[in-house]
């Protein structure tokens, strides 16, 4: 492979993970199983973009974090000895949180961010931040590259091969990751367990599901009396209502 071919796949493959570090790193994973990139170049081009955008974080903090701490709204509720004290904690536990966060999920952004915004050592961050992209990346990509043959011969049973069958790997990957690292830690099992109740008790169910019925009716009601406004004459209250409502008993036969 030619170095400016090898060059487009570590950028592409580093791209990727500014969206989704997950399906990525599935997805590399499942084109070194086929032989369709080296081992070496899948890992290290995940690494590369895990890697940048973890200190891309961190430079944000630090960017926007003197001027978001100057908000009267963020004084008011977070006292300056807090902010020290979390510094301090910060400095002494520094490779606990950050190789915690990168291994636990929903963790990585406010910690990295924090740790830019309380302007923590950058030296250090880099140092860690380095070490936890060095164990997760072959982690996940090595993974799929060695157990991803039996999902993916299931989804090619169903939806053929190709890329459509190494999206599908990737997706599933990604969220079969998540839902390891969810239920590795007590509040991850809590809000699986929340998130999953959901489907049978109905009063969280999103409220569009609840009018999605109703459009066909309100449809039929539009195209009967001629008249978009038909639907406000249900409330009084709302403007145009009043108007709608004599409208729509005119165009009725009586």
């Given at each position: 492979m030619t170095f400016a071919a090898s060059t487009s796949i570590v950028l592409v493959l580093a791209a990727g993970t500014l969206v989704s570090e997950d399906v990525t790193c599935v997805a590399a994973g499942e084109l070194i199983r086929r032989g369709s990139v080296?081992?070496?170049?899948?890992?290290?081009?995940?690494?590369?973009?895990?890697?940048?955008?973890?200190?891309?974080?961190?430079?944000?903090?630090?960017?926007?974090?003197?001027?978001?701490?100057?908000?009267?709204?963020?004084g008011r509720r977070v006292e300056p000895h807090r902010i020290d004290r979390f510094t301090s904690w910060f400095e002494r536990y520094a490779p606990v949180a950050v190789l915690a966060a990168r291994f636990m999920p929903g963790m990585r952004l406010p910690v990295y961010l924090g740790a830019g915004l309380l302007h923590g050592n950058a030296r250090r961050f880099a140092f860690w931040t380095f070490i936890a992209a060095a164990v997760w990346t072959p982690l996940i990509v090595l993974l799929t590259a060695v157990a991803g043959n039996r999902l993916l011969t299931h989804f090619e049973h169903y939806v053929g091969g190709g890329w459509i069958a190494l999206g599908a790997v990737a997706v599933v990957g990604a969220l079969s990751i998540r839902a390891c690292a969810s239920i590795a830690t007590p509040i991850g099992r809590a809000k699986l367990i929340a998130k999953v109740s959901r489907i049978w008790r109905w009063e969280f169910w999103p409220m569009w599901?609840?009018?999605?019925?109703?459009?066909?009716?309100?449809?039929?009601?539009?195209?009967?009396?001629?008249?978009?406004?038909?639907?406000?004459?249900?409330?009084?209250?709302?403007?145009?209502?009043?108007?709608?409502?004599?409208?729509?008993?005119?165009?009725?036969?009586?």
């Amino acid at each position: 492979m030619t170095f400016a071919a090898s060059t487009s796949i570590v950028l592409v493959l580093a791209a990727g993970t500014l969206v989704s570090e997950d399906v990525t790193c599935v997805a590399a994973g499942e084109l070194i199983r086929r032989g369709s990139v080296g081992p070496l170049l899948g890992m290290f081009g995940c690494f590369v973009g895990i890697y940048v955008g973890d200190l891309g974080l961190w430079a944000l903090g630090r960017l926007v974090g003197p001027r978001i701490l100057k908000w009267s709204w963020i004084g008011r509720r977070v006292e300056p000895h807090r902010i020290d004290r979390f510094t301090s904690w910060f400095e002494r536990y520094a490779p606990v949180a950050v190789l915690a966060a990168r291994f636990m999920p929903g963790m990585r952004l406010p910690v990295y961010l924090g740790a830019g915004l309380l302007h923590g050592n950058a030296r250090r961050f880099a140092f860690w931040t380095f070490i936890a992209a060095a164990v997760w990346t072959p982690l996940i990509v090595l993974l799929t590259a060695v157990a991803g043959n039996r999902l993916l011969t299931h989804f090619e049973h169903y939806v053929g091969g190709g890329w459509i069958a190494l999206g599908a790997v990737a997706v599933v990957g990604a969220l079969s990751i998540r839902a390891c690292a969810s239920i590795a830690t007590p509040i991850g099992r809590a809000k699986l367990i929340a998130k999953v109740s959901r489907i049978w008790r109905w009063e969280f169910w999103p409220m569009w599901l609840f009018y999605l019925p109703l459009l066909p009716w309100i449809a039929w009601l539009w195209l009967r009396h001629r008249s978009f406004l038909t639907i406000t004459a249900a409330n009084p209250g709302i403007p145009w209502a009043a108007l709608s409502a004599r409208a729509s008993s005119k165009s009725c036969p009586h």
